[in-house]
């Protein structure tokens, strides 16, 4: 099993840049698509953004894409969050994992890290 433990969240202005990181522990990383994926209260989990494992290539939500920018360090078995420009409806609690077929997280998920935008 592999443990997920977000970090980096906290209280921004809008306009402004977060950048969250996820170590995993337990397996390499390097085998899985890794994916972020947030919560805002009162709303189900929703994806932002996979990183494939075979290419590196990635994928947005059209909600986030051209602001935010994942990326992962095999090495440290890191992923990572960047967030620009951020605006009021990017707050959340955000969660990565390693994602399957289906855009569904395979591990349990992690306590996630809190995003607050204001405005």
């Known amino acids: 099993q592999v443990q997920l433990v977000e970090s980096g969240g906290g209280l921004v202005q809008a306009g402004g840049s977060l950048k969250l990181s996820c170590a995993a522990s337990g397996r390499t990383i390097s085998i899985y698509d890794m994916g972020w994926y947030r919560q805002a209260p009162g709303k189900v989990r929703e994806f932002v953004a996979v990183?494939?494992?075979?290419?590196?290539?990635?994928y947005y939500a059209n909600s986030v894409q051209g602001r935010f920018t994942i990326s992962r360090d095999n090495a440290v078995n890191t992923v990572y969050l960047q967030m620009n420009s951020l605006r009021p409806e990017d707050t959340a609690i955000y969660y990565c994992n390693a994602i399957d077929s289906r855009y569904e997280g395979v591990f349990s998920w992690g306590q996630g890290t809190q995003v607050t935008v204001s405005s």
């Open positions: 990183i494939r494992r075979s290419d590196g290539r990635t």
